[in-house]
């Protein structure tokens, strides 16, 4: 370019600077007869500065038009503000544009003449009454001769024209690699802000970093995914005109979504996050670009929890993220030897009859609240329909974490429960809902084994009773069927029955004291009856007591002595508790085997002979009740301590008995 051509434009720098209040020798170049005028100094000490003096002492021909000290100093040009790289070009672009390849002599120019400056530029002549201008600068000394062209002496500095530099979409336009990016900033409606006056600094990802980070703008549609989109590439911009030289390393940016990029700085590059800078400094009228070789993606908010499907607006309890990512819809498929059409997921091979639109409308998202999750399993109309009945949708779709032992809707069908009956007021319906509604978030993994009481949201006793076989929940003994379903506000257990509330105590009048025959307690180191096995005549009366007991206990019929099998709809204490006020009268020859539910584990069982004992039971004395199943909730892992504990409680009862 005639830019760069830097001898010739010296040259012709150099001979503007020829004193012309003076005589000029034409046997000298140009740097020299401007050196002698005494008028042009501040030229000479310009073209010094630049360092185009030698450039002026080629051998041309130039034409230079010449600006005096007046002129440098009606111009405000100070010499000593020019001392970086980016300034110094500057100035040399400036004095290059009163340089022009050739000799031309003023009896040459004519009005309207427009010439290319040795800086590139055009600059034009005007020639009126005799006068003759260039620019906006008069020519008061024409024709000054010198060995290497001419000199024409002006009044004013020649500024180049300001040519206005492109914003940052179209400047991202024409580098040919960021197709992708401007196609995402149009679809994410954030071509009119980057068009803005700004200044901004964009981190421009290319199109291969698009293509690695399999980003596919028709999966940000609607919407949410216009966010999401704009969020990611807002992710790429800050505020202000920062340049590489401005960045240091272990710099936090805090970029247009309010999130932070780290800068780290090494001898071999600049990455901002994991991203390297290929080019920086890509200047654009309204800030900077710096080229980067992967797209920087921001926190996205909360992780998937769910797999929910934005057709039917339904989860898949129980699902990961494996096999929620999984389904394909599929025509004529071979698969295990059958040729299926469906919906077909690859991690289960499970095959569902859904259109094509379902099948590929599942995703993993993070959760929602109880009562949205409840409404999307599918399996919990009932339930949804009650907490509406009994106005707790807003109470489990707040903030506040909660746990939910929640029915399906075949155990409320069980349970005879129909909300349409004007005699279930909302306030019996609100206690028996709440009485499945534990305060807090109780995971599976937060569980041990045995039976652990809770204190429900209708402020009622819930015992927890974890097993071998499973985890069962009320005095109904409701299956946990599905553990650990995910909700925004805390935890959903799915259970096969409606578990009902304890009935209200009603306080005992004088004629409703009873008397014991016998009272049996708990045993010092709380872990046995006391006695555990004890003889009465039929029509006496047994009581239970104990207050203040270090830990809960409750008397549970069982089906034989030390069995774990729970007679159902047997005679029970309720819920355990560390106070215990119970009795029984027994009527008939029998024998009765009871357990403590929270204290099986430790073989804390009992027993009561009713008159000659009727009809022995199958005794399961010499049963090993141990199974090797994995609970529905957890492993079961017994401590060492624990162990200590039944064997220490076993050789007890047994010299009881």
Known sequence: MQRKSVSLLVALLMLSALPFGVSADETEDIPANAAATGEHDSLVAALVHADLVSALQGEGPFTVFAPTDDAFTNAGIDLSTYDTDERNATLTDILLYHVYQGSVESSAVTDGLTVTMMNGDNASFSVSDGTVMIGNANVTTPDVMASNGVIHVIDTVLMPPVIEEPDIPTVATGTGVHTSLVAAVVQANLLETLQGDGPFTLFAPTDQAFADANIDLTDFEGDDGITALANILAYHVTMGAVTSDALSDGMAVTMLNQEEVMITIDSDSVMVNDATVTTANVMASNGVIHIIDKVLMPDMGPEGEICYNVITHTIVPGADQTSCEAYM?????????QTVTGCYNMVSHAVANQSQAICEGYMW????NIAMTAAATSIHTSLVAALTQANLVATLSGEDNYTVFAPTDEAFVAAGIDL????LSTETLADILLYHVVPGKIMSSDLTVGMTTVTAANGDDLM???????????????MVTLA?????????HVIDKVIMP???EVEENESDVVTCDVTIGISSDGSAFSPASVTIAVNQTVCWQWTDAEMAHNVK????????TYVEGGITSGNAATTVDFHHTFTEDTIFYYACEPHIS???FGKITVGDGGIEPTSNDDEDKDEDNTPGFLGVTMILATLGAVFYARSNREQEL
């Open 602 to 604: 430790l073989d804390m």
């Open 329 to 337: 819809y599929v025509e004529d498929y071979e698969v295990q030897g």
């Open 557 to 564: 019929e069982v089906d034989g002595m030390k069995s774990s």
């Open 484 to 492: 650990d379903v995910p909700a925004s506000n805390g935890v959903i």
């Open 464 to 478: 927890i009773h974890v097993t071998d076989s499973g985890v069962m929940v009320g005095t109904e003994m409701a």
């Open 502 to 504: 304890p009935a209200d």
């Open 420 to 423: 349409s009956d004007p005699e």
């Open 365 to 368: 998202t993070p959760a929602v």
